[in-house]
């Protein structure tokens, strides 16, 4: 059965640190992955990865993405209190299947 | 970038009543739309996956008679919760992803949130 797991479910840091977000997955028909940042609406797009072991980068956040061990994280740095969001992973599948994360929520306080 | 528009943003109605929900991808076709339901904090709960001109595929659990989907074109698909009940309450959205310049990616509108009294 396919599953993606991202962990910590839940995070709560101080501005200024730095956190790093895990998805794995086990999944048939791998094509890509996926990260959204969702706050009080839409989730949008952050990154998509499809090769292994390069790095994506927007400003303090990257990601990167491991298809050996089936898993990708997500690291932002010098966290501020506008990252307080729910970040979600999903998995993209050939024949336009998606599955999602249960989400990691990310609370940075001042 | 692509751009998918949801609407009602915010539907408060009686029990009983039925509600419709639309999703449009505004610059896109897209092949495939998905509907989702998420409670506050969680995740996204996959309800159906939709394809142009064919019967949704409903995942494990969710009622079809109830959250009626139609994606009669490639840039609108619509769930419709019929009967809609206090349980039924809850944020919904969709999602979609086309052709090839877009499909790898998904595409989320903004969202529904139902209150049903």
């Known amino acids: 059965e396919d599953k993606v797991v991202q962990s910590p479910l839940s995070l709560v840091v101080h501005e200024g640190d730095t956190v790093t977000l895990n998805c794995s997955y086990e999944v048939t028909n791998f094509r890509s992955l996926l990260w959204y940042k969702q706050e009080k609406k839409a989730p949008t797009f952050l990154f998509m990865l499809?090769?292994?072991?390069i790095e994506k980068k927007s400003g303090r956040l990257s990601s990167i993405l491991d298809k050996k061990e089936l898993f990708s994280i997500l690291n932002i740095t010098a966290t501020q209190t506008g990252d307080s969001a729910v970040y979600l992973c999903?998995?993209?599948?050939?024949?336009?299947?998606?599955?999602f994360g249960t989400g990691t929520s990310l609370t940075v306080i001042p | 970038g692509a751009v998918v528009s949801q609407h009602p943003s915010r539907v408060i109605c009686k029990s009983g009543t039925s509600v419709k929900i639309e999703c449009r991808s505004l610059d896109f076709q897209a092949t495939t739309m998905f509907w989702y339901r998420q409670f506050p904090k969680q995740s996204l709960m996959l309800m159906a996956t939709?394809?142009?001109?064919?019967?949704?595929?409903?995942e494990q659990g969710v009622e079809k008679d109830k959250f009626l989907i139609n994606h009669a074109s490639l840039t609108l698909s619509t769930l419709t919760v019929t009967s809609a009940h206090p349980e039924d309450s809850s944020f919904y959205i969709c999602?979609?992803?086309?052709?090839?310049?877009?499909?790898?990616?998904?595409?989320f509108g903004s969202g529904t949130q139902l209150s049903v009294l």
């Open positions: 939709s394809n142009e001109g064919s019967k949704a595929t409903y």
């Open positions: 999903a998995v993209g599948l050939t024949g336009n299947q998606f599955y």
């Open positions: 999602s979609a992803c086309g052709q090839p310049a877009t499909n790898e990616k998904l595409f």
């Open positions: 499809t090769s292994s072991g």
